[in-house]
């Protein structure tokens, strides 16, 4: 809040008090009218102030609601890339990974999780989207299924993937 709306405020409302004071110690009818004439010019200008701070006070708390908004979709986001780190797929090439740690679900074995690639560009927007291998008789890639960014792939280990062979 503006330190000068409030000092504003704070003098018309003691203004108006003084004025009202000093009306109850009045004996003349004619004083009295001009000081109630303007004791309510000094509440007009109190009320026209806190009206001023009222406006500043709801955009202050809608851009509060924005950023307690903005910080849940962050901390949404963050949570979403945990257990995932950027790789390199092919020369210059980024995606996502989960990290290979192992999934353990109650009542089951541990097991290795799924080595799959996340769209890099949809991860950043929020989105998880697995990536899926595609061969042409030119090469391997993969395809993000939401944005259509496709992505060259790494020969040799893709078509290893591919074929399900090992090395």
Do not use: W
């Not at 500043?56 to 901390?75: F, P, V």
């Not at 799959?116 to 595609?134: N, W």
Request: with cysteine.
């Amino acid at each position: 809040m503006d330190m000068y709306l409030i000092n504003a405020l704070t003098e018309a409302l003691s203004n108006a008090l003084e004025l009202g004071n000093t009306a109850l110690a009045m004996q003349d009818a004619g004083q009295l009218v001009l000081l109630v004439a303007q004791s309510n010019k000094q509440l007009n200008t109190a009320e026209q102030v806190l009206s001023l701070h009222k406006r500043d006070l709801n955009g202050i708390e809608r851009d509060l609601a924005d950023a307690r908004q903005k910080i849940q979709q962050l901390e949404t986001s963050i949570s979403n890339r945990e257990g995932y780190i950027l790789v390199e797929i092919a020369s210059g090439v980024l995606a996502y990974r989960y990290n290979g740690k192992s999934v353990s679900r109650p009542g089951h074995r541990q097991s290795q999780a799924p080595q799959e690639y996340l769209c890099r560009h949809c991860m950043d927007c929020g989105l998880k989207s697995a990536l899926q291998l595609h061969e042409t008789d030119a090469a391997l890639s993969y395809r993000c299924s939401i944005c259509k960014e496709e992505y060259a792939a790494n020969p040799a280990v893709s078509k290893r993937r591919f074929t399900g062979q090992t090395a």
